[in-house]
């Protein structure tokens, strides 16, 4: 366990407690520090004071982010904030192993297999929505996991919560474990096909009926689940394009299971060689490992429906496929020898993770990690500026996006590509008469000030 949080804590040193984040994780954060300070709401978060918030994502993962801005205003909070929801899947993933039978010594594997996985350690530092959504995801499938053991009723209604709020934190990207009852019972064998129906039900009631309460009961979330319908639905399926084949979800994920993949194929290499390969077969192990195998590609298919599709929408399938890959591995670390040799490297590979893990986090600690020009162009003109400026920019600043996120966070500074303005931003020199430059940036950025009357 130790080497495993170590080599987490490793993997994300190079951005965790630096400066800068990806420019989606910088928008949320922007706007959960906005809610912080009553700017905006809840059904209508705002992101700055010239570009209203017009993306339409679903906004729970921002009330529980704002609740840490309260206390601090720097863009760590949210780093802080994402890190800590993959310590709570982690929290959640030993929950289900744990219901699943998998033996307590053996869940490291489970880790490590989850934190290799390239895209996982990008996402913890990047505050993404997924990082929220995965915990209620989790929360849902343990919910339905102790629904087969006692108090059926009542888990499979939490499990239905817990699927609504994974819709209030990134849409209908969350609600894919609605497939489970029916994976369970295609695989695991466990429960009848009227039971599976029941329970399918039931867990989709819950999901629909908070639904259909905010929906009659404020008027504010109607005109939210509107424009989320229309943005980030309809205009999605029909317009928008960040891929030119349907297949690269797929395939993207496919690639980030190389490794994992790579890591329990070599357990079972080492089995085949100390001939134990067939005594830890397990049916019902596998039978497990199968239905979390489903249950992730139920979180990968649908999003071939729509060519607007990012790498990261696949993040909340990979604690499933973790735990179905350490289901399917553990009769065979079970029943592998390892030699007294082994076990002393092993152990001295645990002490050096942990002190690289927080040796290379204190040597990060404060310096600038992502957009590093960009940001130090921002530090050295924002002295020029107030609260609440508005500052005219030329349209070479219009895309890069990360920019008005920045100046808002750090000084609540609007960038405004339709109106003059006394100052104007652009990475290139202009030929106006109406305005001068007024200071230059280390890298890009020039700042010039009018020099007439006009504003």
């Not at 290799?116 to 997924?130: C, D, I, M, R, Y």
């Not at 009926?209 to 980030?232: G, H, T």
């Not at 890069?400 to 609007?414: C, D, E, I, T």
Request: charge should be positive; proline fraction near 4%.
């Amino acid at each position: 366990m130790l080497f495993a949080v170590g080599l987490f804590f490793v993997l994300i040193s190079p951005a965790f407690l630096t400066d800068g984040m990806f420019m989606d994780g910088l928008y949320y954060a922007t706007i959960s520090k906005n809610l912080a300070e009553h700017f905006g709401t809840f059904w209508a978060p705002e992101f700055t004071e010239t570009f209203p918030w017009g993306n339409g994502h679903p906004p729970l993962a921002f009330l529980f982010q704002s609740i840490p801005f309260h206390i601090s205003k720097s863009l760590l909070v949210a780093k802080i904030y994402s890190v800590l929801t993959y310590l709570c899947c982690g929290l959640l993933m030993y929950w289900i192993c744990c219901e699943l039978g998998l033996k307590k010594h053996h869940f490291w594997f489970v880790l490590v297999l989850w934190i290799t996985v390239p895209l996982v350690s990008w996402g913890a530092t990047n505050n993404l929505l997924e990082n929220t959504m995965a915990v209620f995801i989790l929360l849902s499938v343990i919910f339905y996991l102790k629904s087969m053991k006692s108090r059926r009723f009542l888990m499979l209604a939490c499990a239905g919560l817990m699927l609504f709020l994974a819709f209030l934190t990134k849409g209908f990207t969350g609600i894919y474990p609605l497939a489970f009852p029916a994976i369970c019972w295609l695989f695991v064998r466990n429960t009848t096909f009227k039971d599976m129906v029941i329970d399918t039900f039931v867990i989709l009631l819950f999901t629909t009926m908070p639904f259909v309460l905010v929906w009659f009961l404020s008027p504010a979330a109607q005109q939210f689940f509107k424009d989320y319908f229309s943005v980030q639905i309809v205009r999605s399926i029909q317009n928008v394009h960040t891929v030119n084949s349907r297949f690269f979800i797929v395939t993207r994920f496919l690639r980030e299971m190389i490794l994992p993949i790579v890591i329990v194929g070599g357990i079972l290499l080492i089995a085949v060689k100390q001939n134990v390969f067939k005594d830890s077969l397990s049916s019902t192990r596998n039978r497990w490992a199968l239905a979390f195998l489903f249950l992730t590609l139920a979180g990968v298919l649908p999003i071939m429906i729509s060519l607007k599709q990012r790498s990261f929408y696949v993040l909340t399938v990979f604690p499933l496929i973790s735990i179905g890959l350490g289901l399917f591995a553990e009769p065979f670390l079970e029943n592998i020898t390892f030699g007294q040799k082994f076990k002393t490297v092993y152990k001295v590979l645990t002490i050096c993770v942990i002190v690289a893990a927080i040796g290379a986090n204190l040597f990060f600690a404060g310096k600038i990690g992502r957009d590093k020009e960009l940001l130090t162009d921002i530090y050295a003109l924002l002295p020029e500026m107030e609260e609440h400026d508005v500052i005219s920019i030329n349209d070479d600043l219009v895309i890069n996006y990360s920019a008005g996120a920045y100046f808002y966070f750090l000084k609540k500074v609007s960038l405004d590509p339709w109106n003059k303005h006394e100052y104007l931003l652009c990475t290139q020199p202009i030929d106006d008469p109406n305005y001068e430059l007024y200071r230059k940036a280390p890298n890009d950025l020039l700042l010039y000030r009018q020099t007439t009357t006009e504003k």
